[in-house]
């Protein structure tokens, strides 16, 4: 089963719910910023226990004019995007599509529909969406933040970054050293690092620059930790996309992806720093001698059991991953 369809009632149903077992994020696009009082309640709730909300609006960029609802709100960001178009509401676990406003959630004035897509059910499609989210919200600009949000700009100083940011060697950057805030890479150019995280530490995407434009692979992580998708930028151009899909064994992943999802799930997991972390580095060197609890995660997360037998280095414990996913 994959998408479900939704009628006027169940697409109202829906949204309260997503809203209501939100546990980590909450990111809503709307062209037109008028909210129904239960959904600022729902906010409000949300708010209070910590989960990271994001409110995409487009259309005027006056419509938070005279609105003083989300000036206590802490974990609140709200931005604005010109050219967004459509309503598109998620949590960490699902996504709606719908033609349905955020002022008449009873669906009494228009006949709006919707459509559920489900992380669990469909993960490509809840994935592409989020894909297309970020998209916009990295071009959007910043109306309101709360004291508690984490803003990338504020914490991405390029110094910190390549000082914590992981796989260097597969980038094609042989050293930390910077210059000017940029590293230098084999044939002599000069890029500058960036990373963002999750509201948990784990790493939310990693690439560099080239002339303030993304270039070369950049890195996209899932909330778990694993590698989601790979997008090849040229000097700012979309080039390709490597989609990772774990449940196809016809599309085989990449041994290094696997990896790298793998080390981010020790940061997630252990909070350990993963710089060095390589496939050549032992397990129990980030674990201690709780590694039962990143196999489980894995197993987890790759919907498989009994992977393991004893791995000693990331590359052992990777080379036992591909063999349960496609020998």
Known sequence: MAAEFLSPVGTSYQIDRLLSEAHNEIVFCAPVLKLNESIILRFQQADQRNVRITLLFGKERNQTRGQRWYKDFKNLRILYHDKLNTFL???EKEMILTSMGLSDLSGSLHRDMGILISKLRDRKAYEDGIYEQELLIEHAEEVFAGANYIKPVDTARPDEIIRDM??????????????????????????????EFYNDGTIKFQGF???????GEWVFYTYEGFVREVVIYENGSYVDKIYCDYENPAKPISKYYLLFGIGNSVK??????????????????YTGFDKTKLFYHTERFMKKRSIFDQPETFKEMVDQVYTALYE
Do not use: C, W
Not at 209 to 215: A, D, M, P, S, V
Not at 271 to 285: A, H
């Open 89 to 91: 509401f998620r949590n």
């Open 166 to 195: 992981p796989y260097l060697n597969y980038f094609g950057i042989e050293d930390r050293v910077l210059v000017n805030g940029k590293v230098k890479a084999p044939s002599g150019k000069f890029y500058i690092p960036e990373m």
């Open 209 to 215: 620059k080239k002339t303030r434009q993304r270039h």
């Open 268 to 285: 997630k997991l252990y909070e350990k720093n993963i710089s060095e972390l390589y496939f050549n580095s032992s397990i129990e060197e």
